[in-house]
T-cell receptor, first 115, second 116 residues
Framework: GAGVSQSPSNKVTEKGKDVELRCDPISGHTALYWYRQSLGQGLEFLIYFQGNSAPDKSGLPSDRFSAERTGGSVSTLTIQRTQQEDSAVYLC?????????????FGPGTRLLVL | AQSVAQPEDQVNVAEGNPLTVKCTYSVSGNPYLFWYVQYPNRGLQFLLKYITGDNLVKGSYGFEAEFNKSQTSFHLKKPSALVSDSALYFCAVRDPLSGGYNKLIFGAGTRLAVHP
């Protein structure tokens, strides 16, 4: 597609439920990133995928958070047993390669509200 | 530890006047610096980046930024502001020498308000 797409656009869930957020990167982009944007916390890195390499999970805030990337393309971020502090906008980005030189292009985000 | 500071929560400017959005950074080694803009209910849009070379970088929508190594700054500028430039602006750095150098470290963001 023309850009990074994410679904759903908005998600409202109850505390304790699991949620799955989806990201479709730009075609041909081998690197994929998840970030979280929340009030008072700004934008924070969550996880990074590059090709078939092991992902960099160093930004995941707890073991309730996990992500996978199937076939080197679509990625799913899963939050188990959601808490109210998980409410945020979850942004996905992709880039051509890793190495620090390539621009990351962001999707529109998924706005998650945990009641 | 690497960090990015955007000292102004909000910048107000009149349409037609020049604008500056400030950014300073702290990284080990040479920084890779980025500016992104976020319009309401939208994702981040890339504006420009500095990797190496000329200190003055030109980007989208008439924006430019000047890399100043001695002051560790990367201020965003535009000669003549438009009302449509009103948005949230983020400065970010990627440190190529850090262990997690594929991450972007973002500033807290600066809200730009351009008044007619």
């Amino acid at each position: 597609g023309a850009g990074v797409s994410q679904s759903p656009s908005n998600k409202v869930t109850e505390k304790g439920k699991d949620v799955e957020l989806r990201c479709d990167p730009i075609s041909g982009h081998t690197a994929l990133y998840w970030y979280r944007q929340s009030l008072g916390q700004g934008l924070e890195f969550l996880i990074y995928f590059q090709g078939n390499s092991a992902p960099d999970k160093s930004g995941l805030p707890s073991d309730r958070f996990s992500a996978e990337r199937t076939g080197g393309s679509v990625s799913t971020l899963t939050i188990q047993r959601t808490q109210q502090e998980d409410s945020a906008v979850y942004l996905c980005a992709s880039s051509l390669e890793w190495g620090g030189l390539e621009t990351q292009y962001f999707g529109p985000g998924t706005r998650l509200l945990v009641l | 530890a690497q960090s990015v500071a955007q000292p102004e929560d909000q910048v107000n400017v009149a349409e037609g006047n020049p604008l500056t959005v400030k950014c300073t950074y702290s990284v080990s080694g040479n920084p890779y610096l980025f500016w992104y803009v976020q319009y309401p209910n939208r994702g981040l849009q890339f504006l420009l980046k500095y990797i190496t070379g000329d200190n003055l970088v030109k980007g989208s929508y008439g924006f430019e930024a000047e890399f100043n190594k001695s002051q560790t700054s990367f201020h965003l500028k535009k000669p003549s502001a438009l009302v449509s430039d009103s948005a949230l602006y983020f400065c970010a750095v990627r440190d190529p020498l850090s262990g997690g150098y594929n991450k972007l470290i973002f500033g807290a963001g600066t809200r730009l308000a351009v008044h007619p």
